[in-house]
C-alpha cells in the first residue's frame, strides 16, 4: 500500500493564543477537501488546546512540538506525554533546535520515543546532520547514528507507526533547502535501508520519512516527486494558511496525477 503523504506544520515559539487559533481555523477552510494528504499542525504548548477545538470535527490533526521524557512527575516546567493524550495525535521529537538549544541527547530522545508511544503518541521524530558534519561527509553515519539511538528497543510492533524527519541542520531557517535528490538518497539510501536493517522490509515499507528545511510552495513539488520522500515538516511556510494550503494542494494534485 502506497505511503500517505504528510505536510506537518511547525510553527515553533510562534503565535499568541489568538493567533494560533485564527491560523487553525483558516488552514482547516483552506485544506479542507485535501484528504488524501494527511495535515497535522504543531503550534506551541499553550495553544494546543485552543488548535485543537478549532480543528474539531476537521480531519486536520494536531501534534505538540516536543515532551518530557517521563509521562508526569516533578518536574516544574515541563509537559508529559499524559499531559498530552486528548490533546494530540502526534510529537514531534528530537528537533534540532532542541538538541542544539536544550542539549537533547539520543538517549533522551529515545525515552521521549518509548514514552509517546506508550501513551497511544506518535513520535515524529527529527534527526540531521549539521554544516561540519556535511563538510565532512560524515551526513550517513550521523543519520545512522541517531536513527538506530533513538529507535533503540522499539518493537517492529510499533516501529510502522513511526514518522522520520530528515531534517539537515543547515537547511533550518536559512532559505537554503537541500538538493531533492540529495535528500531523497538520505531518506531513500539511509534511513530507509537502515529501516530494513533494524526490523524487516515490510517496516521500511511502511514507514513515513519526511524532509525538512526551507521548504515552501515553489520547491514543495520537487520533493514530492521523489520515491523515498513521503511529506515535509515545515517551519516558516506554515505560518501562512496561504503557502501551507499551497503546499498542501500542490501535493494532493501531484499524488492524484
Ligand atoms: P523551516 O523549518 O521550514 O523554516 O526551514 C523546518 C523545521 O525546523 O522543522
Known sequence: MARKPMMVGNWKMNLTLDQAAGLA????TRVAALDRVE?????AFTALAAVRDALAGST???GAQNMHTDASGAYTGEIGSQMLQGLVTHVILGHSERRTHCH???ADINRKVHAALQAGLIPIVCVGEN???RQAGETAAVI???VTAALADVSGGAAPRLVIAYEPVWAIGTGLAADPDLANTVCGDVIRILMADLYDGTVAEQVRI?????????NIESFMAKADIDGALIGGAALSSDSYGTMVSLTARQIAA
Not at 25 to 28: E, L, P
Not at 39 to 43: A, E, F, H, Q
Not at 211 to 216: A, F, K, L, V
Open 131 to 133: 554544516e561540519v558534519q
Open 144 to 146: 545512522t547514528q541517531q
Open 25 to 28: 481555523a483558516d488552514i482547516r
Open 104 to 106: 537533547e541527547t539520543d
Open 210 to 218: 519526511l524532509y525538512g528545511g526551507s521548504t515552501n510552495p515553489a
Open 60 to 62: 486536520v490533526g494536531v
Open 39 to 43: 495535515r497535522i499542525l504543531c503550534p
